[in-house]
């Protein structure tokens, strides 16, 4: 197994990305090769320094980067010896089985859907995040920022998405899945959301348990919480925002700390052929940890081979 690390990606690049990956040494299995994609003699000189030795590694030189604000799909096309460039040649050909980075957002979306393309049937790709629970557990949420603007198919796929997730990465077992609204009754909500309960309710594609409100999105009433990416956005910055204000004040709280971005990593892109996990920009060395783990469990969990069966 080989799962290729972008080490050009993210506002502290590659120093952070080549510190979580010498973490990650630690959580990995030896069967798992880490191959470092980016400026390799600089990786290289970082490692000696930290008395790493690069044998721990694989390496692929790439002597361009995609920088954060440019526009994606030019970059692409402009630098195709760019690590991301790189980085999806390399998944396309399965010489990695994951490809990970927290660099341009943009460009990992659009040279996912033109590299390993999206699975047949899936109408939207989407990134999801974490929801920590009061009882101790998690849930998730999707959209949480690829998709804007959904039409009540596209929720519908969002939760079955979320629901093979769950269940096969988080091991879940019947996740629940909850519609985001302002109100549980059926009819409340938008013209989209109206139309997407009626398509949920007598579903037997997933286990749908109805509208979830706001305030219930850190209860145990959904284990999938399914919206369009502008809502699943603000709402995800939303909660990291609290979390940073209790850290600034010093607070500590063992709930609230499970907010940390930092814990888990990094998310797939649900719905395409392969697995690609994107990352915050700002990703500490133990987000990079993180991040090399929850691919490694991708991989094992087969997950875009099971998306592509239920949508077959």
Known sequence: MKIGLDIMGGDFAPKNCLDGA???LDFLPSNVRMVLIGDSETAKSYLKEKGISEEMFEFVHTTEVIEMGEHPT??????PQSSISVGFKLLKENTIQCFASAGNTGAMLVGSMFSVKAVPGVIRPCITSVLPKINGGFGIILDVGTNADCKPDVLYQFAILGSIYAKEVYKIDNPKVGLLNIGEEPEKGNLVTQAAHVMMKDTKDFNFVG???GSEVFE??????VCEGFTGNVLLKTAEAFYSMMKKRNRSDDYFDRFNYELYGGTPILG???NVMIAHGKSSPLAFKNMMVLSKNIIEANLNEKIKTVFQ
């Open 220 to 225: 145990d009433k959904a284990d999938v919480v």
């Open 74 to 79: 030019k970059a692409l096309a402009q630098k």
């Open 211 to 213: 509208n979830i409100e």
């Open 22 to 24: 010498i973490m990650a």
């Open 272 to 274: 395409i052929n392969s």
